[in-house]
């Protein structure tokens, strides 16, 4: 496998470069090696090989980085569970991949039913990085995101999906990391967009910059950005949302790109940021999870590039390799201009859900392109292709919405709510947008007011903290519309939060 | 004003906020301690204090407001000013 030899060719080449900042220490990229060595040892020499599932408790350590990389030396996927989550949630998940093993470097684990390696306390090393011969359709990964009946879904990657990944990223010009670059790595181990804040900083031997857990995001990176001049950030949308009312204050000019993902960009606010970012590009990125990450982009400019759609701005064209769709109710091309759904096809396709046949039917579909059968997977987002090519940005098609990032499935939250409710009420689940335009959740009951706290803390120990709905409304009857449905829009409306 | 009484005034405004008061601030305190105490509540405490003392904080204040302590010096600097 062509990206995990050249991971090794970077952490030797590069030995004397940092890899990583948490909290203000550096790691250099021969600590990683030092780190990954050990770490490896322990899994050649404790999990069967047959076992290719292994679990990773995502702490904010070189430790948590190095596993990622001796288990695809080793030709295993990992399966990150975040410590800040339910147990109950995690317990799930490791269930779900009948994981066995799991790497933890927490002081104490909580994984008493499961074989924990702690890689805090490793002395024994495996004596070099060459990787073991891989199978390019073994898995390299297993991210989780929410699904609709309270059962999280498995998104399983290949080792083929990432490297065509990688092969993508390489093929486009405008974007080349090297190892003077210092990069923003903002994201959880559990979210797949951090798959391209470690991946690509690692294979061009930049450094890394985390930021602690239990900090203000935004104010964190911003310090980040300013002390160390980060060359290069991925972002979520929702961080500029809240440092827009101190963009007077921000020019930075050691920062050369700045990439955007994981939810809408609207142009007022791209507009502005880029005034703040002399030096910089703007990439709009465009990818779901079953899709390994990125898609394709479209490169913003305040003015030579501005195309959108309602002030979202587009999300361009498809990266090499890729093929995009857009299709009607029967999965049938529709005309350029028109709205559809978007489909994705190509090598970075997932091989499809885990264990989940039922929704496979619904999501992913073939059809005969040149003799050919092409794969393709339903993202659920509205787009439309233009004349020139490039696909807008409309919006979802179902009741999924991005909380910081987040897929969320609001049929999730409703799922949880009602379980343990002693009054058996409806319960609607609702995304509502503050006045910095960031999405949180509100819960409308259709009930004369009651106690919620028994309903909370129920959510709590099952749902992540972004997903606890942060307002309720207790409405005594729903607004339908004329067909029958409850009227989520009108139900909105009484969510007062901008 | 001293720091006492801008504590107190603080302590209000967070739980205006957090909308609970199962918290004691002191000049240690940081968000993991108090619960609800994240992101998008920062936010909001922060244009809550802003407006109840009458100042605008700088950006370079906010991002290195570790905790409760932090807030408090930052306050009394403006002040200070003011």
């Known amino acids: 496998m062509k990206f995990i030899k050249n991971i090794q060719n970077s952490i030797e080449y590069n030995s004397e470069h940092n890899v990583l900042c948490v909290n203000n220490v550096f790691y250099s990229y021969n600590d990683f090696a030092t780190e990954i060595k050990k770490i490896r040892y322990a899994i050649a020499n404790t999990i069967e090989s047959t076992e290719k599932l292994i679990g990773l408790v995502t702490n904010d350590d070189i430790q948590t980085y190095a596993s990622i990389i001796a288990l695809w030396l080793e030709g295993k996927a990992y399966v990150p569970v975040n410590p800040e989550v339910p147990l109950d949630r995690n317990l799930q998940v490791f269930n779900s991949t009948q994981t066995q093993y799991v790497i933890d470097s927490s002081k104490e684990s909580v994984y008493n039913n499961h074989i924990v390696i702690s890689p805090l306390n490793l002395t024994e090393s495996y004596p070099d990085l060459n990787p073991k011969k891989i199978e390019g359709e073994d898995l390299a990964y297993i991210l989780f995101t929410s699904g609709t009946t309270g059962q999280p879904k498995g998104v399983p990657i290949t080792f083929n999906n990432v490297q065509a990944l990688v092969n993508a990223i390489d093929e486009e010009p405008t974007f080349n990391l090297n190892n003077t670059d210092r990069c923003l790595q903002m994201f959880e181990l559990t979210f797949d967009f951090s798959v391209v804040t470690y991946l690509f900083p690692i294979l061009a031997g930049s450094c890394m910059y985390t930021i602690p857990k239990g900090v203000i995001k935004y104010f964190y990176i911003f310090k980040l950005i300013k002390e160390k001049e980060l060359t290069v950030l991925t972002m979520v949308p929702s961080i500029i949302n809240y440092l827009r009312p101190y963009f007077h204050e921000i020019n930075e000019e050691s920062v050369r790109y700045c990439s955007f993902g994981g939810g809408a960009l609207h142009t007022d606010i791209a507009k502005e940021w880029s005034n703040c970012l002399p030096n910089c590009k703007i990439f709009n990125y465009y990818g779901p999870t079953e899709f390994t990450v990125y898609s394709g982009f479209y490169p913003y400019h305040k003015e030579t590039h501005t195309k959108s759609y309602n002030g979202i701005i587009a999300i361009g064209k498809p990266q090499k390799d890729t093929l995009y769709l857009v299709v009607d109710d029967s999965n049938k091309e529709v005309p350029i201009g028109a709205t559809g759904e978007l489909c994705l096809g190509g090598p970075q396709i997932t091989p499809g859900y885990w264990k989940n046949e039922e929704r496979n039917k619904l999501s992913f579909f073939s059809r005969e392109e040149n003799g050919e059968q092409i794969r393709y997977y339903k993202t659920g987002d509205l787009c439309i292709k233009d004349e020139e090519g490039d696909f807008l940005y409309v919006g979802r098609a179902d009741f999924q919405v991005k909380i910081r990032g987040y897929r969320v499935e609001l049929s999730e939250i409703e799922y949880h709510a009602k379980a343990k409710s002693e009054k058996k009420v409806n319960m609607v689940a609702v995304d509502i947008y503050n006045k910095l335009g960031n999405a949180e959740i509100g819960l409308a009951i259709e009930s004369n007011p009651f106690d919620t706290t028994q309903i909370f803390e129920y959510m709590k120990s099952k749902m992540p903290n972004y997903m606890i709905p942060m307002h309720v409304e207790f409405i005594e009857v729903f607004p339908h519309s004329i067909n029958g449905k409850i009227d989520r829009k009108a139900l909105k409306k009484h969510f007062n939060i901008s | ?82």
């Open chain 2, 1 to 82: 004003m001293n720091r006492e009484d801008i504590l107190e005034k603080v302590t209000i405004a967070f739980s205006k906020v957090l909308e609970h008061n199962n918290f004691t601030l002191t000049n240690n305190t940081t968000a993991d301690d108090v619960d609800g105490w994240e992101s998008i509540t920062h936010m909001m405490i922060i244009s809550e204090i802003e407006n109840d003392f009458n100042i605008k904080f700088k950006l370079m204040d906010l991002m290195n407001m570790n905790s409760i302590g932090d807030l408090l010096d930052s306050l009394e600097s403006e002040l200070k000013v003011s």
